[in-house]
Protein backbone atom coordinates (compact mmCIF):
# COMPACT_ATOMS: atom_id res chain seq x y z
CA UNK A 1 0.00 0.00 0.00
CA UNK A 2 1.20 3.57 -0.72
CA UNK A 3 0.31 6.70 -0.59
CA UNK A 4 0.86 10.31 -1.99
CA UNK A 5 1.47 13.50 -1.14
CA UNK A 6 2.72 16.39 -3.44
CA UNK A 7 3.76 19.90 -2.76
CA UNK A 8 4.97 22.60 -4.39
CA UNK A 9 2.42 24.16 -6.82
CA UNK A 10 2.73 27.49 -6.73
CA UNK A 11 1.85 30.54 -9.17
CA UNK A 12 4.54 31.50 -10.94
CA UNK A 13 5.56 34.21 -13.63
CA UNK A 14 6.14 32.85 -17.22
CA UNK A 15 10.12 31.47 -17.71
CA UNK A 16 10.27 31.08 -14.06
CA UNK A 17 11.12 27.37 -12.16
CA UNK A 18 9.07 25.39 -9.70
CA UNK A 19 10.18 22.22 -7.84
CA UNK A 20 7.40 19.52 -6.91
CA UNK A 21 7.70 16.92 -4.71
CA UNK A 22 5.57 14.03 -4.50
CA UNK A 23 6.11 11.97 -0.41
CA UNK A 24 5.14 8.23 -0.04
CA UNK A 25 4.27 6.48 2.83
CA UNK A 26 4.37 2.71 2.86
CA UNK A 27 6.71 -0.23 1.67
CA UNK A 28 8.67 -0.83 -1.21
CA UNK A 29 9.48 2.80 -2.53
CA UNK A 30 12.06 1.49 -4.97
CA UNK A 31 9.82 -0.64 -6.39
CA UNK A 32 7.50 1.27 -7.69
CA UNK A 33 7.52 3.60 -11.17
CA UNK A 34 6.36 6.74 -10.67
CA UNK A 35 4.82 8.94 -12.88
CA UNK A 36 3.94 13.00 -12.92
CA UNK A 37 0.43 13.63 -14.50
CA UNK A 38 -0.91 16.93 -15.53
CA UNK A 39 -4.58 17.93 -16.62
CA UNK A 40 -5.34 21.57 -16.91
CA UNK A 41 -9.45 22.76 -17.43
CA UNK A 42 -11.12 21.26 -20.22
CA UNK A 43 -8.20 18.89 -21.15
CA UNK A 44 -7.54 15.12 -20.77
CA UNK A 45 -4.76 14.08 -18.00
CA UNK A 46 -1.81 13.39 -19.78
CA UNK A 47 1.91 11.75 -18.42
CA UNK A 48 4.06 14.39 -18.58
CA UNK A 49 7.39 12.58 -16.77
CA UNK A 50 7.96 9.11 -15.94
CA UNK A 51 10.68 7.05 -14.01
CA UNK A 52 11.47 3.33 -12.79
CA UNK A 53 13.52 2.59 -9.77
CA UNK A 54 16.20 2.49 -11.95
CA UNK A 55 17.87 5.57 -14.66
CA UNK A 56 14.80 4.92 -16.89
CA UNK A 57 12.95 8.61 -17.61
CA UNK A 58 10.20 9.22 -19.72
CA UNK A 59 9.30 12.72 -20.93
CA UNK A 60 6.28 14.00 -23.28
CA UNK A 61 7.70 15.73 -25.66
CA UNK A 62 5.99 19.22 -24.70
CA UNK A 63 8.60 19.25 -21.65
CA UNK A 64 11.65 17.93 -22.82
CA UNK A 65 14.24 19.67 -22.13
CA UNK A 66 12.45 21.96 -19.49
CA UNK A 67 11.33 19.28 -16.84
CA UNK A 68 13.27 16.91 -14.70
CA UNK A 69 11.99 13.47 -13.09
CA UNK A 70 14.23 11.98 -10.19
CA UNK A 71 14.09 10.21 -6.68
CA UNK A 72 15.37 9.47 -3.53
CA UNK A 73 14.54 6.16 -2.37
CA UNK A 74 16.39 7.03 0.70
CA UNK A 75 13.76 9.70 1.64
CA UNK A 76 10.95 7.73 -0.38
CA UNK A 77 10.30 11.28 -2.22
CA UNK A 78 9.52 11.91 -6.15
CA UNK A 79 10.36 15.11 -8.11
CA UNK A 80 9.83 17.36 -10.86
CA UNK A 81 11.76 19.65 -11.54
CA UNK A 82 10.01 22.27 -14.16
CA UNK A 83 12.20 25.07 -15.80
CA UNK A 84 11.64 27.65 -18.56
CA UNK A 85 7.71 27.51 -17.34
CA UNK A 86 4.70 28.22 -20.03
CA UNK A 87 1.40 29.75 -19.62
CA UNK A 88 0.78 26.21 -20.98
CA UNK A 89 2.02 23.98 -18.07
CA UNK A 90 -0.64 25.37 -16.51
CA UNK A 91 -2.63 22.53 -14.78
CA UNK A 92 -2.88 20.27 -11.62
CA UNK A 93 -0.38 17.86 -11.46
CA UNK A 94 -0.67 14.66 -9.97
CA UNK A 95 2.00 12.16 -8.47
CA UNK A 96 1.03 8.36 -9.53
CA UNK A 97 2.61 5.01 -8.82
CA UNK A 98 2.12 1.94 -9.98
CA UNK A 99 4.51 -1.90 -9.40
CA UNK A 100 7.50 -2.08 -11.48
CA UNK A 101 7.13 -0.33 -15.03
CA UNK A 102 5.92 3.03 -16.00
CA UNK A 103 2.53 3.24 -18.27
CA UNK A 104 1.18 6.26 -20.33
CA UNK A 105 -2.01 4.94 -19.40
CA UNK A 106 -3.69 6.72 -15.91
CA UNK A 107 -5.56 3.70 -15.80
CA UNK A 108 -2.95 1.51 -15.24
CA UNK A 109 -1.61 3.39 -11.98
CA UNK A 110 -2.75 2.24 -8.71
CA UNK A 111 -2.08 4.99 -6.31
CA UNK A 112 -2.26 8.58 -6.84
CA UNK A 113 -2.11 11.75 -4.83
CA UNK A 114 -4.86 14.50 -4.38
CA UNK A 115 -2.59 16.82 -6.83
CA UNK A 116 -1.09 20.32 -6.69
CA UNK A 117 -1.92 23.44 -8.55
CA UNK A 118 0.64 25.28 -10.73
CA UNK A 119 -0.16 27.96 -12.49
CA UNK A 120 1.91 29.72 -14.69
CA UNK A 121 1.33 33.68 -15.78
CA UNK A 122 2.08 35.56 -18.63
Known amino acids: QVQLVESGGALVQAGGSLRLSCAAS????????MGWFRQAPGKERELVAA???????YYTDSVKGRFTISRDNTKNTVYLQMNSLKPEDTAVYYC????????????????WGQGTQVTVSS
Open 26 to 33: GRSFSNYA
Open 96 to 111: AARWAYWTRYSNDYSY
Open 51 to 57: ITWGPNT
